[in-house]
């Protein structure tokens, strides 16, 4: 990030008390255009609350949240999508009835139906191809198009739900355990199609798997207790002692 450049997200000081709990203690976060960030740390460490402070689902006690300059603290889930920012949909949102195009084509525009009049032009059609194109491209499901919800591997459906997400063309985008309840082979694509996505959208991602994590961001923050344990680039997390004990030590014992 260069000196001068306002961050795309500038978390500042965030805090979320839940009664007397603090889930989330002054967290500081700030990440640029196109970069990925994951957030480890054991359980009950406050990943999701931060998260949830992201995308606006929960409201900050004390600290900010702001999005390319502008304050969003207080902005509810919608108006923070509709300024770029966006989370993965869940399978549970999938029609298993329509093919995946469709499903495309639906997220899309349910996007749209504010942007566009509700009878589309050439033009739009054609855009919304480009769009439906790209993000089944990205998320490796261009062979897939035609084929119902139904009929996907249970990868190729959470793969799908990646690419709804990019529909929106979001600027950044929240990944809540991408890989969780997938076989070692389809991680293995879930990875190379986030690996994939460098670049052109930032990234926050949780991910218990802390190898595949590694493998897939700039740039880790590990949380413990609610706060910041250590920060730092994928070959500096991997050798720091404070995180072996606390999150690979963990794994070792289990
Ligand atoms: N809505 C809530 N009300 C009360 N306490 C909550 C709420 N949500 C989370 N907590 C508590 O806040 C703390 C942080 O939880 P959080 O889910 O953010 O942790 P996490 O790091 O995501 O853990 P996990 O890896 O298990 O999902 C935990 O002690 C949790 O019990």
């Avoid at 795309?8 to 196109?34: N, P, T």
């Avoid at 480890?40 to 460490?45: F, K, R, S």
């Avoid at 799908?160 to 890989?179: K, N, Y």
Wanted: glycine letters at 8%.
């Amino acid at each position: 990030m260069s000196a001068t450049a306002a961050p795309l997200l500038d978390v500042r000081a965030v805090s979320i008390h839940f009664g007397a709990l603090r889930a989330v203690d002054a967290v500081s976060l700030r990440l640029a255009a196109g970069e990925r960030v994951a957030i480890l740390g054991p359980n009950g460490a406050g990943k999701t609350t931060l998260f949830n402070a992201i995308t606006g689902t929960i409201r900050a006690t004390r600290g900010q949240v702001l999005f390319e300059g502008a304050d969003i603290t207080r902005a509810p889930p919608n108006a923070r999508a509709h300024r770029g920012i966006a989370r993965t949909f869940q399978i549970t949102n999938l029609f298993f009835g329509l093919s995946v195009e469709e499903n495309l084509l639906l997220a899309l525009r349910g996007l749209l139906r504010s942007r566009f009049a509700v009878w589309r032009d050439g033009r739009a059609l054609g855009a919304e191809h480009e769009v439906v194109d790209s993000a089944l491209e990205r998320c490796h499901l261009h062979t897939k198009r035609h084929l119902l919800v139904r009929e996907l591997s249970y990868g190729e459906q959470r793969q799908l739900e990646l690419a709804m997400s990019l529909t929106s063309s979001p600027r950044l985008l929240l990944l809540d355990e991408p890989a969780a309840g997938l076989s070692p082979a389809e991680r293995v694509v879930m990875a190379q199609v986030i690996r994939g996505l460098q670049g052109s959208v930032a990234l926050v991602l949780i991910e218990h798997d802390i190898d595949l994590a590694l493998g897939m961001v700039d740039r880790v923050v590990c949380m413990a207790q609610g706060a910041v344990l250590v920060e730092g680039k994928p070959d500096e997390i991997r050798g720091n002692e404070k995180v072996q004990e606390i999150y690979l030590g963990r794994r070792r014992r289990a």
